[in-house]
């Protein structure tokens, strides 16, 4: 397996692309090397500019749930693209979609879309902040909940309980509101609220996936929600991943709880870029031209992303992968620690329905701290060598692998092969 036609772009892309990447997840930069130039993706398979195919875990992040390509997906939207791009006025498809949203989310009667889960999460914080009259935000060290301001907090160990800015041009000021809490530590929210008393909610996501998959212990987001509710604070339940991936529907129901605001994003656009914010009217009243929170988009409801989004749902409500997901999911955890056992190395798997990843460390990961623990020199080996024997996965020790419905016997056997000779490369490279 050859990179040469990867290496050339890289190179010509460093000229007028920062880093030759538009988003910096792309770079490779904790696992060395070049990132890879794609040029096209079928089902399970994607495949570089050098002909290496590849079994596809990234899926973009998430949203090709039904893997690439899926003929109903890309049958909607040719038909869309006759009708015109965008119009700047509404269509019956955003109607359309925003029922199949709302009747998947128990406490959501309307939705607001947008382009991006970014959009989706800043937006919903001005809501929350709107409907209680009422600055400050807690998240949750480790989580992600895209690049505005207010959230680009260090999210750091050392730094978990100061709110400092994690990026350059991020004013001190821009997050000052923002409150740092521990995931799984209902504890560390409550002391926040003993300080302040102009709290107007707290954001999560539901089962992490940003830190590697983590998740939520026990009864950890009940009780998280009974405690908003005596504090008259908002539940933000950021399902920009896990939305339709844990379930048709998100996390929410399968973990019994409730947000009073929901984001999602990526699998409900079906490849195209949406995002959107959902909760019960008296919430989404508050929001322009109902009420006095201004929120606008000139491509927001995009009609090809639209017709995407419902071919997609739509077959994923069909298909009902979710069973099948776990089933996948729980197999390649054994074959991860069996391998790993075979050669001798320490690694903790995290899963949850459609997302699973391995941690290289001992014990257990519940938090951001412990996940930081995982060596990622280890990784990094891991991550190549599975490269070079056909699988395509997150250069990041920290983000989770994700699952498509379209997953073969053959392909599971082939990432079976790959996470053995993987598993060797590891121990090999440390003696
Ligand atoms: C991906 C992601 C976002 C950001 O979405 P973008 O579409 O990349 O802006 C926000 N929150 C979570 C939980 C995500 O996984």
């Not at 001005?126 to 907090?153: E, M, P, Q």
């Not at 995002?275 to 322009?288: D, P």
């Not at 053959?410 to 079976?416: A, F, G, M, R, V």
Request: hydrophobic residues 40%; aromatic residues 8%.
């Amino acid at each position: 397996m050859d990179f040469k036609n990867s290496e050339k772009l890289y190179k010509k892309g460093q000229k007028h692309l920062v880093g030759a990447v538009n988003s910096p997840v792309r770079a490779f930069a904790s696992v060395g090397g070049n990132p890879l130039f794609i040029k096209k993706a079928k089902g399970t398979k994607i495949t570089d500019v050098d002909g290496n195919d590849y079994i596809d875990l990234v899926l973009s992040y998430g949203p090709m749930i039904l893997g690439h390509r899926h003929k109903k997906v890309e049958k909607a939207i040719k038909k869309a693209l006759k009708n015109g791009y965008t119009f700047g006025a509404s269509t019956k498809n955003e109607i359309k979609l925003a029922k199949i949203v709302c009747d998947a989310f128990p406490g959501m009667d309307k939705v607001r879309f947008v382009n991006s889960g970014t959009e989706a999460v800043l937006s919903a914080l001005r809501l929350a902040r709107a409907y209680t009259g009422n600055d400050k935000i807690i998240k949750f060290s480790g989580c992600y909940h895209g690049h505005s301001d207010a959230l680009l907090v260090a999210a750091g160990s050392g730094l978990a309980t100061l709110s400092l800015p994690g990026s350059k041009g991020v004013p001190e000021g821009a997050v000052k509101n923002t409150l740092i809490a521990n995931y799984n530590d209902l504890e560390s929210v409550k002391a926040h609220f003993e300080k302040h008393d102009d709290i107007a909610g707290v954001i999560i996501e539901p089962i992490a996936g940003n830190m590697g998959v983590v998740l939520p212990q026990g009864n950890f987001l009940k009780d998280l929600k009974t405690y908003l509710e005596t504090k008259n604070a908002l539940l933000i339940v950021d399902e920009v991943m896990t939305g339709f991936r844990s379930k048709f529907g998100g996390a929410q129901e399968l973990l019994g709880v409730e947000a009073d605001i929901t984001c999602l994003g990526k699998v409900i656009g079906g490849g195209f870029p949406v995002g959107a914010y959902g909760a019960r009217n008296e919430i989404m009243e508050m929001v322009s031209p109902l009420g006095a929170m201004y929120q606008a988009g000139t491509l927001s409801g995009n009609p090809i992303a639209m017709a995407a989004g419902i071919a997609t749902l739509t077959e994923l409500k069909k298909q009902n992968p979710y069973q099948k997901f776990d089933e996948v999911a729980a197999r390649l955890e054994q074959v991860l620690k069996e391998k790993a056992n075979k050669h001798g190395v320490d690694i903790v798997v995290n899963r949850f329905g459609s997302m699973i990843n391995p941690f290289f460390t001992k014990g257990v990961v519940t938090n951001f701290e412990e996940a930081q623990q995982s060596d990622t020199k280890k990784f990094a080996t891991f991550f190549w060598a599975l490269v070079k024997n056909g699988i395509f996965l997150p250069p990041s020790q920290f983000e989770a692998w994700f699952l498509s419905s379209a997953l073969s016997e053959k392909d599971l056997q082939k990432t079976e092969k790959a996470i053995d000779l993987a598993m060797e490369a590891v121990v090999n490279k440390s003696n």
